[in-house]
């Protein structure tokens, strides 16, 4: 599986927008990008995923710089419940059942 | 619905003992995975399924057990308890294998304590 990088942390303030950074500069042609968040003490939860284009979704948005070798997760006006640890995560088009964790971006809101 | 539900919440075993844990999802999924969360780690994968009597190996199954006779559950056994498995235990389900647009939807996990 392709590797991601990120930032071990983020800090930034309630209502204000947050840019997550992930740099995956061995990317194949067929690798979708993932992002997963966990809150604390719970399991981890889908936020978006993409391929080349910009997405945008209820909770997220992901710009996919033109080359695919980074990506950055906006969170638009953080809350105090986007306080979690987020994780980019590459999966194949066509297989690859399991998610890779890495150690993801502890992200902390402060009030 | 309930979505991805594990027991227990809690669990301290001792070294050698043995134990199940359960997990059961209401979507109809066919594909269950069971992962584990070390302190400050990223979750590893232990065992899937890819439906009801078929069961593959993750990164790291060493240790554990699984089986698949339904759909809905995909019950993780240890049986022989070491203090290197003290961990968070997470069960998931997806309902796609592709990886363009499976999501997994994940349970609240079991803390396992090992002593």
């Known amino acids: 599986d392709a590797k991601t990088t990120q930032p071990n942390s983020m800090e930034s303030n309630e209502e204000e927008p947050v840019h997550l950074p992930c740099n995956h500069s061995?990317?194949?042609?067929?690798?979708?990008i993932h992002w997963y968040r966990q809150l604390p003490s719970q399991g981890p939860e889908y936020v978006i995923h993409?391929?080349?284009s910009n997405v945008n979704n209820r909770m997220a948005s992901l710009a996919i710089a033109e080359d695919r070798k980074s990506s950055t997760l906006i969170l638009h006006r953080a809350t105090l419940r986007d306080a979690a640890v987020y994780y980019c995560i590459l999966r194949d088009r066509w297989g690859a059942q399991k998610l890779v964790f890495g150690q993801g971006t502890r992200l902390t809101i402060n009030p | 619905n309930a979505g991805v539900t594990q027991t227990p919440k809690f669990r301290i075993l001792k070294i050698g003992q043995s134990m199940t844990l359960q997990c059961t999802q209401d979507m109809n999924h066919n594909y269950m995975y069971w992962y584990r969360q070390d302190p400050g780690m990223g979750l590893k994968l232990i065992y899937y399924?890819?439906?009801?009597?078929?069961?593959d190996k993750g990164e790291v199954p060493n240790g554990y057990n699984v089986s698949r006779s339904t759909t809905e559950d995909f019950p993780l056994r240890l049986e022989l308890a070491a203090p290197s498995q003290t961990s968070v235990y997470f069960c998931a389900s997806s309902g796609l294998s592709s990886g363009s647009t499976d999501t997994q939807y994940f349970g609240p996990g079991t803390r396992l304590t090992v002593l």
């Open positions: 399924s890819v439906g009801a009597g078929i069961t």
């Open positions: 993409g391929l080349t």
């Open positions: 061995t990317i194949s042609g067929t690798d979708y």
